[in-house]
DNA sequence: ACGTATGTTATCCT
DNA sequence: TAGGATAACATACG
């Protein structure tokens, strides 16, 4: 469930309800982090996502579900384990499961930069080439994964964005030269988008590159392990990919 | 059947 | 005190 894109998947199913600006007709669920009332009755003016963020947003406030890595959601279904939020409507019903929630006050646009989702029309390329530029003695594979940064990138995108663009996880960015850094920013734009059309077509992992894979796309040996700050399992090609070092 | 994992954060420890 | 390690969440997949 979690990368960004697959959060693009949860709004075009629920764009294709064609639920217009549903008022709230039931609240359910054994969330603790809001109020369930504040929702109650209440009019939703728009669906929305940030990164790995999905936004329910009303005039005075958004509910913010992040499914973490175990989190669901079902659409006009139910099943046996308790939902953690369910909001019922005239015709539909959504129901979230095993995901955090929470209630952000006020304009949704004051709480996001929109030009850090990776899946967003206003995602901006130099803006990252910048944030990148100011943390030089990181790794590349950790840069990857910080939300403010590259918001919707998870574990996936990152090991497959540095397969393609040929670099080892374990290059710090001043080590790395600025076209190449451009190209894994690119990269990880594009790979998130052929992400959202291989997961609609259920061929997702078909594509894997790297990622669980035992050989490379060149037959090469890939090796797994947890690299980096944020200890999260790296698949390498040490032919195919490059480590960056200072000069 | 069991081990692993698309993520994040609170808490405990050094 | 900063940081790192650990647990927690609950499910699907191979």
């Not at 008022?23 to 359910?28: N, Q, R, S």
């Not at 919707?152 to 996880?169: A, D, F, M, Q, S």
């Not at 190209?183 to 594509?207: M, V």
Request: aromatic share 10%; with cysteine.
């Amino acid at each position: 469930m979690p990368e960004g894109p697959s959060i693009i998947i949860l709004k075009d199913l629920i764009a294709d309800l064609h639920l217009g600006k549903p008022k709230v007709l039931e609240v359910a669920g054994n969330v603790t982090t809001i109020d369930k009332e504040r929702l109650l009755h209440q009019k939703i003016n728009s669906f929305k996502s940030w990164g790995k963020h999905f936004l329910i947003c009303f005039d005075d406030f958004t509910i913010r579900i992040h499914f973490m890595l175990f989190g669901t959601y079902l659409i006009n279904e139910t099943k046996k384990t308790p939902v953690k939020l369910g909001l019922t409507f005239k015709q539909d019903q959504i129901n979230f499961y095993t995901c955090k929630v929470d209630l952000l006050e006020g304009d949704i646009n004051d709480h996001y930069d929109w030009r850090s989702d990776i899946m967003s029309e206003h995602w901006d390329n130099k803006l990252a080439v910048k944030k990148l530029k100011e943390i030089p003695s990181s790794y590349i594979c950790d840069a990857l994964l910080d939300q403010d940064i590259f918001g919707g990138v998870g574990n996936i995108i990152k090991n497959e964005v540095l397969y393609r663009t040929k670099v080892h996880p374990l290059s710090k960015i001043e080590d790395i030269p600025i076209a190449k850094l451009k190209a894994i920013i690119k990269e990880a734009q594009h790979y998130s988008f052929d992400f959202l059309k291989w997961k609609k077509e259920n061929t997702l992992s078909k594509h894997w590159e790297v990622y669980q894979q035992k050989k490379c796309t060149k037959d090469h040996q890939v090796t797994k392990k947890e690299l980096g700050k944020t200890k999260r399992q790296c698949y390498v090609c040490t032919i195919c990919q490059k480590k960056y070092t200072p000069k």
